[in-house]
């Protein structure tokens, strides 16, 4: 199979850590090779938070060039249009939750909040599918990241990961009520 990038993005304390985790070993637990790195930055104090996964026959790194993720995930506005603009490739897809973390030159006034307008203009600029995902009545705002990677398994965007792949990969890293309460969400949001 031939390498398929995967660039996930957002901000310190939203969970991408582990919806990077799930994805990687969802990935693993598909019988894929995969490598993966992690940057955090200033996580604790609200920084970016990046990770990149690549899986495929012939993957020897986990870095991903820039402009060549397939598929880019953002729990934040402004990192989806950051990674929309320097991580994906045209034709690539864009899953990204629908809420601003606003950093603190939109707090200071110096810089403009990241529409949904702004990314659907980049996007459809660059021929990149772009999935939205929000849940108004989510119980736990730390659950975001479910609602994002129930969106990515019911679409079906990682090639060879079905859904008993990500619950498997779930398992490895949750258990109790935990568990269950991200499971049910992710269930709901996979449509399955």
């Known amino acids: 199979m031939k390498a ?3 660039y996930l993005t957002g ?3 939203q969970g991408i850590g582990l919806i990077s985790e799930i994805v990687l070993r969802a990935v693993d637990h598909s019988g894929q090779r995969v490598k993966s790195v992690d940057t955090h930055g200033l996580a604790q104090r609200g920084g970016i938070v990046v990770s990149q996964i690549r899986l495929g026959d012939l993957v020897h790194s986990p870095l991903i060039p820039a402009g060549r ?3 880019a995930i953002s729990l934040e506005r402004h990192e989806a249009l950051r990674a929309a603009a320097t991580a994906l490739r045209e034709g690539g897809c864009l899953v990204y939750y629908d809420t601003v973390w606003q950093p603190l030159t939109v707090r200071l006034g110096d810089a403009a909040a990241v529409t949904i307008r702004d990314i659907d203009h980049l996007c459809r600029k660059q021929g990149i599918r772009v999935i939205p995902v929000f849940h108004p009545d989510l119980p736990d705002i730390r659950m975001q990241n479910m609602v994002v990677l ?3 398994a019911g679409n079906g965007l990682i090639p060879g990961v079905g ?3 990500y ?3 779930m398992g490895d890293l949750m258990s109790g009520t935990m568990l269950e309460r991200n499971r049910a969400l992710f269930d709901q949001r996979a449509g399955k």
């Open 4 to 6: 398929f990038n995967i």
């Open 11 to 13: 901000v310190g304390g």
């Open 69 to 71: 993720a397939d598929l």
């Open 150 to 152: 129930g969106a990515i």
């Open 163 to 165: 859904l008993d792949h």
């Open 167 to 169: 619950r498997s990969a």
